[in-house]
Nanobody
């Protein structure tokens, strides 16, 4: 059973940076795509970025390019999201998700970590 554990969320001020981490366990296949999603208060969950744990270029939602950087460490089975120049509109619960490269949908999700950006 895949388990994803996010950490690194918190309360920051506008302009600050924050790094989220997601540690995965129970990954039984050789190739996984890991992703970050976020859900702002009162809004739908939205895709942030994804990356293959076995390398390859990261993929970002257009609105996330420039300030957010996703990276992965296959040896640690972990994925990270470096966020810079945070703004109040980045306030959201950030979720880590995983799928094998054979699947089209993310079926394994973490519990989420809250990021709150004050103005």
């Amino acid at each position: 059973q895949v388990q994803l554990l996010e950490s690194g969320g918190g309360l920051v001020q506008a302009g600050d940076s924050l790094r989220l981490s997601c540690a995965a366990s129970g990954l039984t296949y050789s190739s996984y795509i890991m992703a970050w999603f976020r859900q702002p208060p009162g809004k739908e969950r939205e895709f942030v970025a994804s990356i293959s744990l076995h390398g390859g270029s990261p993929y970002y939602a257009d609105s996330m390019k420039g300030r957010f950087t996703i990276s992965g460490d296959n040896a640690k089975r972990s994925v990270y999201l470096q966020m810079t120049s945070l703004q109040p509109e980045d306030t959201a619960v950030y979720y880590c998700a995983a799928r094998t490269r054979f699947e089209s949908a993310y079926k394994d999700w973490g519990q989420g970590t809250q990021v709150t950006v004050s103005s």
